[in-house]
């Protein structure tokens, strides 16, 4: 059973940093895709970055490039988002996510994944 939990959120002013971290369980995941989406209140859940796993490429959404870096840590078996120059619009509850697989189209959307995590809220204050 694959099991992913999220943690690191909480509030930050704009302009600040947090890290978020989620920690992978119950699988290998040499050949998952694994992303963080966000949701905030009364909004549709976006894509925000991912990664996959056996090679280490990477994609951003356009919001976050730039600011935003998705790593990945082998022998935790855990994901992190480092998250710079924050914004208010950035405040979201950040949920982990992962499926299987090497391509990285259709990998924006949040139907495609299959495991999700709890989530962790991010506020940036103004």
């Known amino acids: 059973q694959v099991q992913l939990v999220e943690s690191g959120g909480g509030l930050v002013q704009a302009g600040g940093s947090l890290r978020l971290s989620c920690a992978a369980s119950g699988r290998t995941f040499s050949s998952y895709i694994m992303t963080w989406f966000r949701q905030a209140p009364g909004k549709e859940r976006e894509f925000v970055a991912g990664?996959?796993?056996?090679?280490?490429?990477?994609f951003y959404a356009d919001s976050v490039k730039g600011r935003f870096t998705i790593s990945r840590d082998n022998a935790k078996n855990t994901i992190y988002l480092q998250m710079s120059g924050l914004k208010p619009e950035d405040t979201a509850v950040y949920y982990c996510?992962?499926?299987?697989?090497?391509?990285?189209?259709?990998?924006?959307?949040?139907?495609?994944?299959?495991?999700w995590g709890q989530g962790t809220q991010v506020t940036v204050s103004s």
């Open positions: 990664i996959i796993w056996s090679t280490g490429y990477t």
């Open positions: 996510a992962a499926k299987r697989g090497l391509v990285v189209v259709g990998s924006r959307s949040s139907r495609s994944y299959d495991y």
